[in-house]
């Protein structure tokens, strides 16, 4: 069981003396003691502490809230396995159980949101609360907060509270009528989810500058200014500003998927944007140009810095940026910024700073278009083959590259296009890629990038896909393809990243890609299939727009006699499930695909992975109905360029739905018979214009022998009218 926090007595002490005075003896340092968070410890020596700012209060020590006895913890120990298994029968059973739960919890949760053992059933409990219980919550804590976001275990339930909570702020906001009392009896107060936030704010505020550095308080602070923006919450990279990569996931098995990364834009309330407008400012109240700086190559300060500014410019607007208390004006003051001045020693200064360089590229893709262009030409212009072989400041150039004009792109393609056979020796392909997404948006030529990465992933064989994919073909006697690929290099993924956006570029550039994919061969086209990042590539190859029939054909003909063997792969089941929409214009190719996925029935069924391939091309039909299967499969894949033929009408005898189930030899005969339909059509008509002819000439006197060959030649137009008829009504019966 936890033990509460006290502090050394004096056997402790007189130990750590002759520890220390034994090592001196010795000539060696005292061991280093190893702390609990170590991997979380921020240098002092790189920011002064907060407290020693002028104009930066700091919260005082954390209070001690008490703690579980041993029958407490076990209990709620056992409620929150129950919680994570989410085995419950029906969604009353749960409904009764949280109810049961926090009736059980009732005036111990400040314990639990801090214990180290139970704050994870606090999470779990606020995933799957209801408003209602979300807004007891809140004021339980209320009164707390500025302690409970200091702590180590308490800050993940405030994170959590405040996401759960964002969406019902909006809700509200759209229905009033949602805004409950807490409890039933009628004279309990009414208070809506956006007054509980405003709550939470005037609690925080007057230390959001010391928030700003703290290695648990920066986290939940993050959380709360994008509730107070409305922007989404959604996890757009590794490097997200809200949360660490060694944060811990707490779930619920069943529950969807947490609602932190899957809410869209919200609407929020005017007061909202007010509270978030007072807390940007007082975050940096009280802080000069040199204290900010410091904090942008902070490891924690750095990512809060970010998000305000991000939201400082896109939220208040561009035109921000020339107000003196902004954020970008008290980093960046002197006007205009040019060599020699304290902004330029900085801006160069965070270019290969790892830390800062994030800062730097916040400021290049949200700062106002003038700026941008002035900070361009002044630092960057000339620099883009430099800045994209390092590193670090590789970064730099693709934010830089995503917001440059045409012409200006083009003159950047030229330096970094040189730097293009290093990078690829190095494996730092993330800058061609975006080179090329962007000359392909800007409508750049991309012929000088095609030529270098030609020469650069070229083998005996020309250009070699399995270069740029970084698989090595490890030669074998019985050329088996059962081995597994190894985990996903880095490199790997953003070799397959490059492949990809090749291919979204019509014409030679994406070319390579397709057909060195053509030229792979059985056992190599296996082994691009089964690789994790390798076969993300095979899988846009398969349904891309810039693929040809001929390219997808050939492709797929590599992988026949291994079908089932990918099914059952993880990263081959993907490939197998693209070569579905792959075959457009090939049934017959899909067919020969699901027999060979029929064969393997047995082994795919007892596979999660089997199984999902089973159901994504529908197999029971198959197996069951053959012929619909068919039919449906003929008229997905695109064989729909056969139509019937007109009638007299100038209408389609039958509906190309009709056309697209016939068969190959029932339309050969439909043409045939409206061909010989159409002769007998146009043999009538001369024939009838004749007998017209001749009907005109008998109204005039006429010898005896004309009469006789007029006769003659009406009973001839009668005969062909009657084979025409016969000829159409053919037609029509094969038509059907």
Not at 91 to 117: C, H, V
Not at 121 to 141: D, N, V, Y
Not at 410 to 428: T, Y
Request: charged residues 30%; glycine residues 6%; aromatic residues 6%.
């Amino acid at each position: 069981m936890p033990k509460e926090h006290k502090k050394r007595g004096r056997r402790e002490d007189e130990k750590k003396r002759k520890r220390e005075h034994h090592a001196h003896d010795a000539g060696t340092k005292p061991p280093k003691q190893r702390d609990e968070g170590a991997e979380d410890v921020v240098d002092d020596n790189v920011l002064p502490a907060p407290a020693a700012v002028e104009g930066v209060p700091h919260p005082g020590d954390l209070p001690f809230y008490g703690m579980l006895d041993e029958e407490e913890q076990e209990a709620f120990k056992g409620y929150d396995d129950l919680l994570e298994r989410n085995e419950f029968e029906t969604p009353e059973e749960r409904t009764a159980f949280l109810e049961n739960l926090y009736r059980e919890a009732d005036g111990k949760e400040l314990k639990l949101a801090n214990s180290q053992s139970c704050s994870r059933l606090m999470e779990r409990l606020i995933l799957l609360s209801t408003p209602a219980q979300l807004k007891g919550l809140f004021q339980k804590f209320s009164g707390n907060f500025l302690h409970l976001v200091q702590h180590r275990f308490a800050s993940h339930c405030c994170e959590a509270l405040f996401i759960q909570a964002a969406p019902i702020v909006s809700k509200e906001l759209a229905n009033p009528d949602l805004i409950l009392p807490l409890t039933s009896d009628p004279d309990a107060v009414v208070v809506s989810m956006e007054n509980l936030f405003l709550y939470t704010l005037a609690e925080l505020e007057g230390y959001f500058g010391f928030l700003l550095t703290d290695r648990f308080a920066s986290h939940v602070l993050r959380v709360l200014l994008v509730v107070l923006a409305g922007v989404p919450l959604a996890r757009q990279n590794d490097r997200s500003l809200l949360q660490s990569k060694r944060k811990e996931k707490t779930s619920v098995v069943g529950k969807e998927k947490p609602q932190e990364w899957a809410l869209e834009q919200r609407v929020v309330p005017q007061s909202f944007l007010d509270a978030l407008e007072k807390v940007i400012n007082d975050s940096v109240a009280g802080l000069d140009t040199t204290y900010l700086r410091a904090l942008a190559v902070h490891p924690t300060g750095n990512p809060t810095l970010q998000l305000l500014l991000q939201l400082e410019l896109t939220k208040f607007g561009k035109s921000r940026a020339k107000d003196e208390t902004s954020i970008i004006h008290r980093l960046l003051p002197d006007d205009p910024i040019a060599e020699g001045t304290g902004s330029a020693a900085f801006i160069n200064g965070m270019v290969y700073d790892p830390v800062g360089s994030r800062l730097l590229e916040s400021i290049l893709e949200n700062a106002p278009g003038k700026f941008f262009k002035a900070m361009y030409r002044e630092f960057f212009k000339n620099r883009m083959g430099s800045l994209a072989r390092n590193e670090i400041a590789s970064y730099i150039a693709a934010k830089i590259l995503e917001r440059l004009s045409a012409e200006d792109l083009e003159s950047a393609m030229k330096q970094i296009v040189e730097q293009i056979p290093g990078l690829v020796e190095r494996g730092r392909t993330a800058i061609i890629r975006t080179l090329i997404e962007r000359c392909a948006a800007r409508g750049v030529s991309v012929a000088p990038i095609k030529t270098q990465l030609e020469a650069s992933y070229s083998g005996p064989n020309g250009f070699e896909v399995t270069r740029i994919l970084r698989l090595v073909e490890a030669p074998s006697d019985d050329a088996k393809s059962d081995v597994r690929p190894t985990q996903a290099h880095p490199e790997k993924v953003h070799g397959s990243l490059l492949a990809q956006s090749m291919m979204q570029v019509p014409g030679p550039l994406g070319d390579l890609i397709f057909d060195s994919l053509a030229k792979l061969g059985e056992h190599l086209a296996v082994k691009v299939a089964r690789d994790p990042s390798s076969s993300r590539t095979l899988q846009a190859a398969l349904i891309s727009d810039n693929a040809s029939i001929i390219f997808r054909r050939k492709m797929i003909l590599q992988l026949y006699g291994h079908i089932g063997e990918l099914a059952l792969d993880p990263a081959g089941s993907h490939v197998i499930d693209a070569i579905w929409k792959g075959t457009v214009g090939l049934a017959f190719i899909r067919s020969r695909i699901a027999e060979e996925l029929a064969e393997n029935e047995a082994a795919l069924r007892e596979s999660w992975v089997g199984r999902a391939v089973w159901r994504n091309w529908k197999m029971d039909l198959f197996k069951r109905r053959r012929n619909e299967w068919e039919t449906t499969s003929k008229w997905a894949a695109g064989n729909d360029g056969f139509q019937a033929f007109p009638d007299d009408s100038g209408e389609p005898t039958s509906t190309p739905k009709e056309s697209k189930h016939m068969s190959a030899i029932e339309k050969a005969r439909q043409k045939f018979a409206a061909a010989k339909a159409e002769q007998a059509k146009k043999e009538a008509m001369r024939l009838r214009q004749e007998a017209k002819r001749e009907r005109d000439e008998s109204k005039s006197p006429q010898p005896e022998n004309k009469k006789k060959k007029k006769s003659k030649v009406a009973t001839g137009a009668n005969a062909i009218g009657s084979t025409s008829s016969k000829g159409k009504g053919k037609a029509s019966v094969l038509a059907q």
